[in-house]
């Protein structure tokens, strides 16, 4: 399996432009997870699916984040307009169905710099 | 609400020497999952260990075994017969029993294993 893949890996942009990040979960897990990173916070919930329906969205910081998962092998998460405070690594996880393992596995993160 | 408390920002043992991560927790919750992941310089989450806070017995896999203390609120790893290959961020994580998969991280604890 080629586990959860993220891209873009790298994303510099400028304030106020719109990001799209990325996420395609390992196939047949049911729960897509999207974190945020940073140095002040640590690593933090925004939101999760299931079968792509949003379940939990209470860690989304502001309207300008959205997320959506319009199938079962495709999710992005949206900011927009972007801003220097929104600079951090953002990781997508994915889990089984309840009767699965109970773990999260994670993509490999996308590094975004807002200038 | 949920914490996880990672009191100690950063550790070093030496290759082959046994190390102890702290790690402690704030719920009023009796039934939960503790998980401890670890974040190499490639930046992905890795589960290393999880512990059923219902089971008494705690959780080993192979050089990593955890002391959970219940009533204390505490869940620390010990990793024993440390390699090079071990030096990374690990995080503990708490997640309520049920079917809400939020996971709470704490603020994670930089291990180097020295030569």
């Known amino acids: 399996d080629a586990g959860v893949i993220q891209s873009p890996r790298h994303e510099v942009t400028e304030m106020g432009q719109e990001v799209t990040l990325r996420c395609k979960p390992i196939?047949?897990?049911?729960?897509l997870f999207w974190y945020r990173q940073t140095m002040m916070r640590g690593l933090e919930l925004l939101i999760y699916?299931?079968?792509?329906?949003?379940?939990?969205d209470s860690g989304m910081p502001e309207d300008r984040f959205s997320a959506k998962m319009p199938n079962a092998s495709f999710s992005t998460l949206k900011i927009q307009p972007s801003e220097p405070r929104d600079s951090a690594v953002y990781f997508c996880?994915?889990?089984?169905?309840?009767?699965?393992?109970?773990?999260?596995?994670f993509g490999p993160g996308t590094r975004l710099t807002v200038l | 609400a949920q914490t996880v408390t990672q009191s100690q920002p950063e550790m070093s043992v030496q290759e082959a020497e046994t190390v102890t991560l702290s790690c402690t927790y704030d719920t009023s919750e009796s039934d939960y999952y503790l998980f401890w992941y670890k974040q190499p310089p490639s930046r992905q989450m890795i589960l290393v260990i999880r512990?059923?806070?219902?089971?008494?017995q705690n959780a080993t896999e192979n050089r990593f075994s955890v002391n959970f203390q219940k009533a204390a609120k505490s869940f620390s790893l010990k990793i024993s017969d440390s390699q090079l290959g071990d030096a990374a961020m690990y995080f503990c994580a708490y997640r309520l029993w049920g079917s809400n998969y939020k996971l709470t991280f704490g603020k994670g604890t930089l291990l180097t294993v020295n030569p």
């Open positions: 196939s047949g897990h049911d729960y």
């Open positions: 699916f299931n079968n792509n329906v949003p379940i939990d």
């Open positions: 512990q059923e806070a219902y089971k008494q």
């Open positions: 996880a994915s889990r089984q169905r309840p009767t699965g393992p109970d773990t999260q596995y």
